[in-house]
């Protein structure tokens, strides 16, 4: 199971972490990824960090502006989320897939993961 949280309403500039809680599984197993959506529009990788070699995955559109990071002893994951624009505003999902699926910071494909959180809805204003 996974428990997105800490979406919200911001305004443009600002700044929001969410939270991604996984339970009932081995959490070293999976690495833990960031996607959102809009309705309408095709979901969008985000983020995510690779258990295999380390690299990490940023979407072009959140480069230098959103980090990812993990807490084991949490078993949680984190997407800070600073400077934000009126066009990140998505529902943001978290997704678990098996540690040697991502890899190489290349675009992560919904279809390699195995585990999906319920969403967090994040809206940035003018």
């Known amino acids: 199971q996974l428990q997105a949280s800490g979406g919200g309403l911001v305004q443009a500039g600002g700044s929001v972490r969410l939270s991604c809680a996984a339970s009932?599984?081995?959490?070293?197993?999976?690495?833990i990824g960031w996607f959102r959506q809009v309705s309408g529009k095709e979901r969008e990788g985000v983020s995510y960090?690779?258990?295999?070699?380390?690299?990490?995955y940023y979407a072009d559109s959140v480069q230098g502006r959103f980090t990812i990071s993990t807490d084991k002893s949490k078993n949680t994951v984190y997407l800070q989320m600073n400077n934000l624009k009126p066009e990140d505003t998505a529902v943001y999902y978290c997704?678990?897939?098996?540690?040697?699926?991502?890899?190489?910071?290349?675009?992560?494909?919904?279809?390699?993961?195995?585990?999906w959180g319920q969403g967090t809805q994040v809206v940035v204003s003018q």
């Open positions: 997704a678990a897939a098996w540690w040697t699926r991502l890899h190489s910071a290349r675009a992560p494909n919904g279809d390699e993961f195995s585990y």
């Open positions: 009932g599984f081995e959490f070293d197993d999976y690495a």
């Open positions: 960090e690779s258990r295999v070699d380390d690299t990490i």
